[in-house]
């Protein structure tokens, strides 16, 4: 059964302290999205990767936030520092080249990120 | 840029009776995927239904139906025989084809929350 796999599940943290989050690709699929979901700004896109290079990292705040894809089993998204407004579910998702068949995009069971 | 817009925030249903969660979009494109997600409490994201864009006839998945109006840039989604289960937050969502290998993350709308009255 593949899947998109994401850890952790819950973070609880304090401000300032630094946050990495981890995403497995579904395997063979070559597109990665990292999302955050508020309830003021719904889904927004926060860095996008295809083939392990980056494509579109303009949704996510520079000074504090970075995206890498070490290998093409493992995606991170990084806080460093985090602040109380990170506070949000970090979903990733991954796709297969072009589209595939579908265009369908598969998300993970996202991470909840709690910033005090 | 794309814009995926859903002007109903929540709607309620009786169950077992039908309805239609609106969507609409912005885009230059002809070619194009459009998508309704579903997300339950779990938060979860599920996909319901998917269109290509050039596709005249509507998708259907079993109580779920689209009405595809490309001209109007119109993506409403049919659920008939509304069950308890169906209760959640659902999201259109667009994504490009691009020709040149660039960017073609799904875009989202707010999202419609949808409750199922017993």
New interface residues.
């Given amino acids: 059964d593949a899947r998109v796999t994401q850890t952790p599940r819950h973070k609880v943290t304090e401000m300032g302290q630094e946050v990495t989050m981890r995403c497995q690709p579904i395997l063979g699929h070559n597109?990665v999205?990292w999302y955050r979901q508020t309830m003021m700004q719904?889904?927004e896109?926060l860095a996008?990767f295809?083939n392990r290079a980056p494509?579109?990292d303009s949704g996510m705040p520079k000074d504090r936030f970075s995206a890498e894809m070490p290998d093409a089993t493992l995606a991170t998204l990084k806080i460093q520092p985090s602040e109380p407004r990170d506070s949000a579910?970090y979903?990733c998702?991954s796709g297969s080249p072009?589209?595939g068949l579908?265009?369908?995009?598969f998300?993970g069971?996202?991470s909840?990120l709690t910033v005090l | 840029a794309q814009t995926v817009t859903q002007s109903q925030p929540e709607m309620s249903v009786q169950e077992a009776e039908t309805v239609t969660l609106s969507c609409t979009y912005d885009t230059s494109e002809s070619d194009y995927?459009l998508?309704w997600?579903k997300q339950p409490p779990?938060?979860?994201?599920i996909?319901v239904i998917?269109q290509?864009a050039y596709k005249q006839q509507n998708a259907t998945e079993n109580r779920f139906s689209v009405n595809f109006q490309k001209a109007a840039k119109s993506f409403s989604l049919k659920i008939s025989d509304s069950q308890l289960g169906d209760a959640a937050m659902y999201?259109c969502a667009y994504?490009s084809?691009p020709l040149g290998?660039?960017?073609?993350?799904?875009?989202?709308?707010?999202?419609t929350h949808l409750i199922i009255q017993p």
């Fill in positions: 597109t999205f719904g889904l896109l996008y295809r494509l579109d579910v979903f998702a072009r589209g579908t265009g369908e995009l998300f069971e996202g909840r | 995927y998508f997600y779990s938060r979860q994201m996909l998917r290509e999201f994504r084809v290998g660039g960017a073609d993350g799904l875009t989202f709308g707010k999202g």
